[in-house]
């Protein structure tokens, strides 16, 4: 009887070692790689069907009608798999010879970032932060955002697993759209310390470090930074003298300029952004107008959807 019970275990054990574990969590038998068959690496083929399964990631999520991924929709190779759609398990097959025009459509997909500016990095294959609000806020260093967001989680996940993240912060391209209602919660404020005019669109330089080097009385802070060419003089008359002000729009640039200014302050240790927050856009949208044409978009969709049902 022991040695029944041992045989059936062998048994179990070579199935599971034999079996390929599914994309969407299920299992299935013979998946072999086969990059030579099908259209990618990532692709498997069933030995039995003779058939290769979509595991390219981005095609595989642009089937599945995911916004944050695009591809090319008129060619051949999705025409086939979207006809067809996925079996009961969710996943797209397709035939080995057909391996070619599918290798084309592949080649269009690309993930889309939360804005136009965010770049994708294919090596780290994320999307890097640009709004200068947003990674001054991330840095703990002032600015205007909501605390802690499914964005702002999404950003310091992605980014806390990263060995070297060359003092960038980062996300995954599917967390896109939370990091889009993040950046639209974002506002530029006035520097840390500094006050606002009475006109409510520029900041008075309150800084002493930025105050006594802007002065000429001492002092190391880093000119090239885009901060310091904001700044500008508020008058000429006696009580104004040594004053200094700029836009409330450039406090993230001015902030990173008064970090330059302390003592023992490396550029790499500070992630810095590289876009003005309202430069950000989507699909060549304002953020802010993309944000209203989504919210009309649902609403239509939602009184379509109530008349069809009337």
């Given at each position: 009887?022991?040695?029944i019970?041992?045989?059936?275990?062998i048994?179990c054990?070579?199935?599971?070692?034999h079996?390929s574990?599914?994309?969407?969590?299920?299992?299935r038998?013979?998946?072999?790689?086969?990059?030579s068959?099908?259209a990618s690496?990532?692709?498997?083929?069933?030995?039995?069907?003779?058939?290769?399964?979509?595991g390219?990631?981005?095609?595989y999520?642009?089937?599945?009608?995911?916004s944050w991924?695009?591809c090319?929709?008129?060619?051949?190779g999705?025409?086939?798999?979207?006809?067809q759609?996925?079996?009961?398990?969710g996943n797209f097959?397709?035939?080995?010879n057909?391996?070619?025009?599918?290798?084309?459509?592949?080649?269009t997909?690309?993930?889309?970032?939360a804005?136009?500016?965010?770049t994708?990095?294919?090596?780290?294959?994320?999307?890097m932060?640009?709004?200068?609000?947003?990674v001054?806020?991330l840095?703990?260093?002032?600015q205007?955002?909501?605390?802690?967001?499914?964005g702002e989680d999404?950003?310091?996940?992605a980014?806390?697993?990263?060995?070297?993240r060359?003092?960038r912060?980062?996300y995954?391209p599917?967390?896109?759209?939370?990091?889009?209602?993040?950046?639209?919660?974002?506002?530029a404020?006035?520097?840390?310390g500094?006050?606002?005019l009475?006109?409510?669109v520029?900041?008075?330089?309150?800084n002493?470090?930025?105050?006594k080097?802007l002065?000429?009385?001492?002092?190391s802070?880093d000119?090239?930074?885009?901060?310091?060419?904001?700044?500008?003089?508020?008058g000429?008359?006696?009580?104004?003298?040594?004053?200094?002000?700029?836009?409330?729009s450039?406090?993230?640039?001015?902030?990173?300029?008064?970090?330059s200014?302390?003592?023992?302050?490396?550029p790499?240790?500070?992630?810095f952004?590289?876009?003005?927050?309202?430069?950000e856009?989507v699909?060549?949208?304002?953020l802010?107008?993309?944000?209203v044409?989504?919210?009309?978009r649902k609403?239509?969709?939602?009184?379509?959807?109530?008349?069809?049902?009337s």
């Amino acid at each position: 009887r022991q040695m029944i019970v041992l045989m059936v275990a062998i048994m179990c054990v070579f199935t599971v070692v034999h079996w390929s574990l599914h994309p969407v969590g299920g299992f299935r038998g013979s998946l072999v790689p086969a990059p030579s068959l099908c259209a990618s690496q990532n692709d498997m083929y069933d030995t039995s069907t003779r058939l290769c399964q979509v595991g390219h990631k981005y095609a595989y999520w642009y089937l599945k009608h995911k916004s944050w991924v695009q591809c090319a929709p008129n060619l051949p190779g999705y025409r086939f798999l979207a006809n067809q759609g996925a079996d009961s398990g969710g996943n797209f097959w397709y035939s080995a010879n057909q391996a070619p025009e599918m290798r084309v459509f592949y080649d269009t997909c690309i993930p889309e970032c939360a804005t136009d500016e965010d770049t994708f990095h294919m090596g780290r294959d994320m999307c890097m932060v640009t709004d200068g609000v947003l990674v001054t806020f991330l840095n703990g260093d002032g600015q205007r955002c909501p605390a802690r967001t499914p964005g702002e989680d999404a950003i310091r996940s992605a980014t806390s697993g990263l060995a070297n993240r060359q003092g960038r912060y980062w996300y995954k391209p599917d967390a896109a759209a939370k990091v889009r209602r993040l950046l639209e919660g974002c506002h530029a404020t006035c520097a840390k310390g500094d006050a606002g005019l009475y006109d409510k669109v520029h900041c008075q330089v309150m800084n002493t470090l930025a105050l006594k080097f802007l002065g000429g009385k001492g002092g190391s802070c880093d000119k090239k930074l885009p901060g310091y060419g904001l700044l500008g003089a508020m008058g000429t008359t006696k009580d104004m003298q040594g004053a200094f002000m700029y836009p409330v729009s450039a406090g993230s640039e001015v902030q990173q300029f008064y970090l330059s200014c302390m003592k023992g302050w490396q550029p790499s240790t500070h992630a810095f952004g590289t876009l003005d927050h309202q430069a950000e856009t989507v699909k060549g949208v304002p953020l802010k107008q993309a944000r209203v044409e989504e919210k009309n978009r649902k609403e239509w969709k939602q009184w379509d959807k109530a008349m069809a049902m009337s």
